[in-house]
């Protein structure tokens, strides 16, 4: 009876842990789908990508913005391949602002939460507490231009944030600037 009662509550506690556990930051880097975001910079400002998800790793190039009139900010447009520690891992052959220090590379870090997203999509976003079977179905968006800042990813779910919904996962978003709907 006793190692009945021990083993459930081993099981139980195994649960409590794995739901916890369940956070973009914890991922591998490439652990989502190759998804676009973008970034808002002041027109003259830069960004260091990284080697690394760190902000000790060697520089490899800078993400600049160029674009944008006056005192506009510029939209930097990033495919995003993976997260890890707060960090977004990028694809830089696509990045069309990216310039390389040197040797080019295929991927490169930058802070996750300099990107961001929109919900200026076609139907339905749903908002839910985590990624997966786990998550629970929070709310709903339709219709709403709000902006996300960018956590990380896993799979084909984006973890976002901003101060209607705080810390969430959403299943659909918006990065392309003239919008997302028909």
């Known amino acids: 009876m006793i190692r009945a009662i021990i083993g459930t509550v081993a099981v139980l506690a195994g649960f409590a842990v794995v739901e916890r556990s369940v956070d973009a930051s914890t991922g591998y880097a490439g652990s989502c789908m190759s998804?676009?975001?973008?970034?808002l910079l002041p027109r003259g400002?830069?960004?260091?990508?990284?080697?690394e998800p760190t902000?000790?790793?060697a520089v490899l190039g800078t993400l600049s913005a160029r674009h944008g009139a006056g005192g506009q900010q510029a939209r930097l447009q990033v495919t995003i391949a993976g997260s890890q520690s707060g960090w977004a891992r990028i694809a830089?052959?696509?990045a069309r602002d990216y310039s390389a220090n040197g040797a080019a590379q295929s991927f490169g870090w930058i802070p996750a939460d300099l990107l961001t997203v929109d919900a200026r999509v076609d139907g339905v976003i749903t908002v839910y507490s985590r990624p997966g079977l786990m998550g629970e179905a929070l709310t709903t968006i339709e219709g709403d231009d709000m902006k996300f800042r960018v956590l990380g990813c896993r799979g084909d779910w984006l973890q976002v944030i901003n101060a209607r919904h705080?810390?969430?996962w959403i299943d659909k978003w918006c990065?392309?600037?003239d919008g997302c709907r028909s």
């Open 35 to 39: 998804t676009e975001a973008y970034a």
């Open 45 to 51: 400002e830069a960004v260091p990508v990284r080697s």
């Open 55 to 57: 902000p000790q790793a």
């Open 92 to 94: 830089l052959n696509t």
């Open 166 to 168: 705080g810390n969430v």
């Open 175 to 177: 990065a392309r600037e």
